[in-house]
């Protein structure tokens, strides 16, 4: 990558998961302007999808770019997990014509995303006041699970990058040990991704219907959160239930893991759609079972994060952080 930039706007930035690609200009500092998602199947690489976008933004003068993007980012080379799209950072940087273009996990946007988050854009679900400055908890299940946290410093908050998602998934009762076997058998290794996903919500429906005998043993998340949320399904609704208390469970473990008595931030597209039902789910009270440690969890708050692009801000906020450490 070329260290010689300028400070000049606008700056393209993006949030990139297994199924949209999230764009937007940075006109000015935190600025963010015409916001568009792309369906990432429809394009073949992420030079065609950032291209095609700046030409519906009018084709500006870019020079410097952040992507946040559904993976670990471990060197020039990206491979995504959830999609298909593999690529060279320094060769993207190139075919794009910037000076400067940096990538990051899409988790550690997310953490960044939440220093600037606004206070009416914050559901808290139960807790008490956050301890100021201490750590905070970032979690969120959409097409994965992403995970992350953020820790005080003297020069300000630091997000972490992590694959929290994939450490292994931990049973909490004889009906989660049931679901755990039956992914056991199908994947072997079963991850915490691996249920706190859109496609974790259809492998919890698929082995409560396999228990069960029932021969559409296989729906998509919209279908099962519509009929839960419906009354149309208890099957579906016992699935939405089991999957917020593993969420609760995984949740709880990370806060104890980070000391995050600065509260723990649901983010994800998962939880926003389903937010009236979310509020009163077995979410909180998992969270809170830790027996000796029951008091400690019931006084962190738990936000649910609604900002339409928080990748996008956390983004921004690493790429501007990278430019004045240049």
Known sequence: MSTMHTEAYPRLVADIGGTNARFALETAPQVIEKAE???????????????????????PKVLHAAFAIANPILGDWVQMTNHH????????????????????????????????????????????????????????????????????SAAGWVALAGEGGHTSFPPFDDMEVLIWQYAKNKYGHVSAERFLSGA???????????????????????EITDKALSGTS?????TLDIFCAMLGTVASN????????GGVYLCGGIIPRVLDYFKTSPFRSRFENKGRFEAYLAAIPVYVVLSEFPGIVGAAVALDNHLNNV
């Open 85 to 152: 799209w593999a690529f060279s950072i320094e060769t993207t940087r190139q075919a794009l014509g910037f000076e400067t273009l940096i990538l990051l996990n899409d988790f550690t946007a997310q953490a960044l995303a939440v220093t600037k988050t606004e206070k009416n854009d914050l559901v808290q679900i139960g807790g008490q006041k956050p301890i100021e400055f201490a750590p905070k908890a970032v979690i969120g299940p959409g097409t994965g699970l992403g995970v992350s946290g953020l820790v005080h």
């Open 37 to 59: 998602v792309l369906p990432c199947k429809d394009y073949d690489t992420v030079v065609d999808a950032a291209k095609t976008y700046l030409e519906r933004a009018g084709s």
């Open 234 to 238: 208890p099957i579906c609704r016992q």
């Open 254 to 261: 990370l806060a104890l893991s980070l000391g995050a008595r």
């Open 200 to 222: 974790g919500l259809s492998l919890i429906y698929e082995a409560l219907a396999k228990r069960d005998n029932i021969k559409q043993c296989r729906l998509k998340p919209s």
